[in-house]
């Protein structure tokens, strides 16, 4: 079976609920890790570093993270391709890129995704990244979108909207409180 074939029963489901919750909470680690990172990288390197070495601008630091990205995506893609996750079908490189269903909304994606972080970045170093952190949102904004474009959560518990709507109240709080400590900063 060729890349991008629609399978008539969904292969995944139901696989591997340990891979799949493994999985998304390394993800959670290393979201969650990005931030100060990049903090350290553009504001707070000036105590390590010689005197006279210039810190990275926020606009390089994005050029570096962009690099990366791109080149941590290819590795990733490639491997995937050809060593794919949980018994799906193997692929090939001259399949991927005979396969182009979807791929224009996919690179819009990328486009958008790319202008926002830098976006961000920008914002970050106005703000604070924490508050540019904040403001971006991403688990309510996929969240939303799942559910208004995509009919996600349709027929679910009144526990799951229970859960839905203490996310969107405690990001709510979180960002008032961020909004109340912003005066006291120097």
Not at 117 to 122: A, D, E, S
Request: hydrophobic residues 50%.
């Amino acid at each position: 079976m060729e890349f991008g074939q629609i399978l008539p029963t969904s292969p995944v489901l139901g696989k591997s609920t340990l891979v799949g919750l493994a999985i998304t909470f390394f993800a959670g680690v290393c979201f969650s890790l990005f931030s100060p990172a990049f903090n350290l990288a553009t504001n707070d390197q000036w105590h390590t570093l010689k005197k006279g070495v210039p810190h990275l601008t926020v606009y390089t630091a994005f050029f570096y993270f962009s690099a990366s990205c791109f080149v941590v995506a290819i590795i990733l893609n490639l491997t995937f391709l050809y060593h794919p996750v949980l018994n799906l079908p193997k692929s090939s490189l001259k399949a991927y890129l005979r396969d182009w269903d979807g791929r224009g909304w996919a690179f819009l994606a990328g486009l958008l995704c790319g202008f926002g972080n830098g976006l961000q970045f920008m914002g970050g170093q106005a703000a604070g990244y924490a508050a540019a952190d904040a403001v971006q949102a991403l688990p309510l904004v996929s969240t939303f979108w799942g559910v208004v474009l995509f009919g996600e959560y349709r027929k679910s518990s009144r526990r799951t909207y229970a859960l839905l709507c203490s996310m969107l109240l405690m990001f709510i709080v979180a960002v008032g409180v961020l909004m109340a400590s912003s005066g006291h900063r120097k």
